[in-house]
């Protein structure tokens, strides 16, 4: 008889799906052969947490798009129950090496902790969440370049918590790529004989439900979809203001991550040209229903594909944008300080206990 399959379960909040919810996701299917996602409801984030950016809808369709993920429990307890694990056949719970404190400043994870049902992995550093919130309530013109140049005596935490951020969960480190770490996102497939192979390209900034809804439209066209990625100054050419939000090695874990995606072009140039084409060998070139921005030279960027009748534009029904987003963050920006205040006192607090526990 063939030996059970381990189930694994994680949970989360999942708002802003980032990749380093991905990264996470990965490791703890690392873990097992099936991985089961719980995630919180709005109700739940609010009473625990502070307002999601989110709503519950979108949080959950974000994370069925990710690549790792085989089920997902829609409105799950905010404290870990070994009641939900049983449930789904989950021989235990997975968690990154932060802090995740309940309204009442206890461990999110102590039940299952206790049933020595619980393993942890290890977080992503340099993005989360609170982070994010915090460069779209900060962000300066030159916060991405910032980023790209990789200098390791500035942080990201500096452009999203002021100088008095003292935890190390939500003060942040900045975020390094690593060779290694798009070799574990990316699944190395190459398209098979015969398959049809689409190609679609933009900014894929903040990546979200809007883009989900999108990519599967597109995946629905061909069988092997590769999505060429700008660099972040022609992403500022067309975008403008503060834009892109995330550097182009983030946007690229975050759109490798999702399911309907085969491939990533780094740095795909603006202009589909012959080369672009043939290399590739692409049947079809998808766009949105987003204006296009004509190339530096004033030419249509997609004029090569059209003169070879494979062009054509797909509507995904969604209608969220990364601009959407910011305004979201913008128009609530007291309650999302707010909400990064208290989440980092309840962090320095359930450390400064432990640590007094521990001496």
Known sequence: ?????????????????HFGHANALRQAKALGDELVVGVH?????????????????????MVKAIKWVDEVVEDAPYTTQLASLDEHNCDFCVHGDDVTCTSDGKDAYHLVKAAKRYKEIKRTHGVSTTELVGRMLLATKDHFTRNQEFKNDETLGELSQDSAARSPYTGTTQFLPTTNKIIQFSEGKEPNPGDKIIYVAGAFDLFHVGHVDFLEKVSQEGDFIIVGLHVDSVVNRYKGHNYPIMNLHERVLSVLACRYVSEVVIGAPYSVDKALMDHFKIDLVLHGN?????AEDGSDPYAYPKSLGKFKQINSDNKLTTSMIVERIIENRQQFMKRNEKKEKKELDYIEKNSSLKA
Do not use: L, N
């Open 41 to 61: 409801s709005d109700e739940e984030i609010k009473k625990h947490k502070g307002p999601p950016v989110f709503t519950e809808a979108e949080r959950y369709r």
């Open 290 to 294: 987003t204006p296009v921005m004509p």
């Open 1 to 17: 008889m063939p030996s059970q399959k381990i189930r694994v379960w994680a949970d989360g909040c999942f708002d802003m799906v």
